[in-house]
C-alpha cells in the first residue's frame, strides 16, 4: 500500500477495498430490517448465497495468482528462510497483540507479548529468531475483532470478503484498527512497504497449503465451520461453550 503521508492509508486500490468493506458491513447491519434474518437468528450464515459467490471468486482469484506464487516461493525459498520470514511477521504483529491486550484490560498478558516484542526484536534480530518462545514467553492471539468480543460484541453473521476471505460482521468491524496497528504501514518507503504486505500475505498463503489436504465434503461449509469454531475459541480465550457442561 502507499501512503501520501506516514501513518495515513492513501493507496487508492487499498482505500477502495477499505471503503466497499465498510460499506458491506453498514449495509449488513442495516440488512435485518429488509430480509427475514433478524439479529437474533442461530443461523450463523444467512447471507449464504452472496457468500457462496463471493467464495468462488475468491477461489478463481486464488488459483490464478496467489497459490502460484505461494508454491513458488515455497519452492525456491530454503526452509530456515521461511521460518526467518515467519517469525519476522510475527514479532510485528505482536504490537497489534500488545494493544489489544491492553484493551482487554489483560495487564499480565500484555507484559509478557511486550517482553516477547522486546526480545525478539534485539536478541532475535529484528524478530527473524523466535528467542522469546524458547524461554517460555508464549504468543498470544489477539485483534480488535477479538477485543469487540471481549467485550460482548456478538460476532454476527459469517461472511466472505472479497480477495481478504473469511470472516465474521465484528470480526470485518476490527479489520481497519487492526490496518492502523500494523508497524508495516508506518515504513515511509513505498516500494518497502508494499513489498512487506506482499511477502506477509505470500507467508501466510504458503502456511494454509499444507492445510488444504484436510478439507473434507464440501470445502465452503468445512472452511466456514472451521473459521468460525476458531474465532469463537480466540475470543473465549479458549472458554467455548459444551452443552456436555450441563450434565
Known amino acids: 500500500m502507499h501512503l501520501m503521508e506516514k501513518n495515513e492509508i492513501t493507496d487508492t486500490p487499498?482505500?477502495?477495498?477499505?471503503a466497499a468493506i465498510w460499506l458491506l458491513v453498514s449495509l449488513l447491519y442495516l440488512q435485518p430490517l429488509t430480509v427475514s434474518a433478524q439479529p437474533e437468528s442461530k443461523d450463523p450464515d444467512p447471507f449464504i448465497k452472496f457468500n457462496r459467490k463471493i467464495y468462488a471468486f475468491n477461489e478463481a482469484f486464488d488459483e490464478a495468482l496467489f497459490k502460484p506464487v505461494a508454491l513458488t516461493y515455497q519452492e525456491l525459498v530454503p526452509g530456515f528462510a521461511r521460518q526467518g520470514v515467519s517469525n519476522f511477521f510475527n514479532n510485528l504483529d505482536d504490537v497489534n497483540v500488545v494493544f489489544n491486550d491492553l484493551l482487554q484490560l489483560k495487564m499480565q498478558n500484555a507484559l509478557q507479548d511486550s517482553g516477547r516484542l522486546v526480545i525478539n526484536t534485539t536478541i532475535g534480530i529484528g524478530g527473524l529468531l523466535d528467542?522469546?518462545?524458547t524461554?517460555?514467553?508464549?504468543?498470544?492471539d489477539e485483534d480488535f475483532g477479538q477485543t469487540l468480543g471481549y467485550w460482548g460484541v456478538?460476532?454476527?453473521?459469517?461472511?466472505v470478503l472479497p480477495i481478504l476471505g473469511t470472516s465474521t460482521l465484528r470480526h470485518?468491524?476490527?479489520?481497519?484498527?487492526?490496518?492502523l496497528m500494523n508497524p508495516i504501514f508506518r515504513v515511509d518507503n513505498d516500494e518497502i512497504?508494499?513489498?512487506l504486505w506482499a511477502l506477509d500475505n505470500i507467508d501466510s498463503r504458503v502456511y494454509y497449503l499444507a492445510a488444504e489436504s484436510m478439507v473434507t465434503g464440501d470445502e465452503y461449509t468445512f472452511v466456514r465451520d472451521a473459521f468460525l469454531q476458531r474465532r469463537e475459541y480466540l475470543a473465549a480465550d479458549g472458554e467455548v461453550y459444551d452443552e456436555w457442561d450441563d450434565f
Open 154 to 159: 456478538p460476532a454476527g453473521p459469517y461472511l
Open 131 to 133: 528467542v522469546a518462545t
Open 14 to 18: 487499498a482505500r477502495i477495498l477499505l
Open 193 to 195: 512497504r508494499f513489498f
Open 135 to 140: 524461554w517460555g514467553l508464549y504468543k498470544n
Open 172 to 179: 470485518t468491524t476490527g479489520l481497519f484498527p487492526d490496518y
